[in-house]
């Protein structure tokens, strides 16, 4: 993405993903060839297009600048004018993206992850006679026995 983000000179990317409903989102609509953003179209009632805003930027430093001292949507109040001014481009994002609003959402897409790494035999997953499942665990980690760090996460 900062390779794409340099090659085009705008102000700000942003990452986007096809879906296979877009109404239930806002859409991106864009320029195919070249990723520039023309506008953006909030829960279409009819099919403009199916890429949606996935929720991961990256900005010049004067896009802050553009940001009001007072609560701003920065998808609805910044983006949309970087793009009126042909200054924010779309990067198609290329694996996996899942809506994480909910904490049991954000839980899911991680065991979804977990178990994508399992099955491509990742060395990153932990290992280990008291270890159960797909685990990440940081080499930094003190992992006590029998000791719940996480009492809200049950699996």
């Given amino acids: ?3 794409f983000h340099k090659s085009h000179g ?9 879906v296979d409903e877009p109404s239930k989102y806002g859409v991106v609509v864009m320029e195919e ?16 297009c199916n890429k949606i805003n996935a929720g991961i930027y990256l900005l010049n430093p004067s896009v802050l600048d553009r940001i009001q001292l007072r609560p701003t949507s920065i998808e609805k109040e910044v983006f949309p004018s970087i793009a009126a001014e042909k200054k ?20 899911t897409g991680l065991r979804l992850y977990l178990d994508s790494l399992r099955k491509r035999s990742s060395p990153d997953l932990a290992v280990g006679p008291h270890i159960l499942g ?8 003190v992992i006590g ?9 049950r699996y």
Avoid: C
């Avoid at 994480?100 to 839980?107: G, L, N, P, T």
């Avoid at 797909?134 to 980690?141: G, K, M, Q, T």
């Avoid at 026995?145 to 996460?153: A, E, H, L, T, V």
């Fill in 1 to 3: 993405m900062i390779d």
């Fill in 10 to 18: 705008g102000e700000a990317s942003i990452m986007v993903t096809k």
């Fill in 33 to 48: 060839a070249t990723g520039r953003v023309e506008k953006f179209v909030e829960k279409p009632k009819v099919f403009v």
């Fill in 88 to 107: 924010l481009h779309a990067m198609v994002l290329p694996g996996f993206w899942m809506d994480i609003v909910q904490r049991r959402d954000y839980i």
């Fill in 134 to 141: 797909n685990v990440l665990i940081d080499e930094s980690a």
């Fill in 145 to 153: 026995d029998g000791r719940s760090y996480w009492p809200w996460m």
